[in-house]
């Protein structure tokens, strides 16, 4: 009896909270792109990797957003990473879930290209210098199907740059 209550519970959490699930359709060939990686401070002199993420429609979301080792053609998984920003997609770009209108897009629309700036600690990067991969998938053209299925086009990306 008590589990039913836990799934009920659940249930109506999901339910009244909007929650999607992120679907997608693997899409590169379309002149999405991860450009300019650069290094440098916030205006509160945080250290920030700054990136510059295109695609056909604004971006919406990013996930999967780390810097590896130079590797070309081999994608490397978390345990190889120097530093994990984003692991599951995030909402970028002034997008939040609540944006989207069934069998629709969304009501707002972002910058394209779009520039994502986000802190790290030196600490984790191998000594300056060297060659390494900035990798990130992002999500873009979204549009709700039904109640709660996004599905959005998605594209695991990389740069090569050194690191700071």
Wanted: proline share 7%; glycine share 8%.
């Amino acid at each position: 009896m008590k589990s039913n209550c836990y799934v009920l519970a659940i249930f109506i959490f999901l339910a009244l909270g909007r929650a999607f699930a992120f679907t997608g359709i693997f899409n590169c060939k379309d002149g999405a792109g991860i450009t300019n990686p650069r290094w440098g401070n916030d205006s509160t002199n945080a250290l920030v990797l700054t990136i510059d993420l295109k695609s056909p429609s604004p971006i919406q979301a990013v996930g999967n957003y780390k810097v590896y080792f130079y590797s070309v053609g081999k994608e490397a998984n978390t345990t190889e990473s120097y530093y994990v920003f984003m692991h599951t997609p995030d909402w970028v770009n002034g997008y939040t879930s609540q944006m989207f209108i069934p069998n629709s897009g969304s009501k707002w629309v972002g910058a394209n290209p779009y520039s994502l700036a986000l802190t790290y600690s030196p600490l984790k990067f191998p000594p300056s210098g060297t060659l390494i991969t900035v990798g990130a998938t992002v999500h873009y053209g979204c549009s709700l199907n039904g109640a709660s299925d996004l599905v959005c086009n998605y594209c695991p990306m990389r740069v090569y740059t050194k690191s700071p």
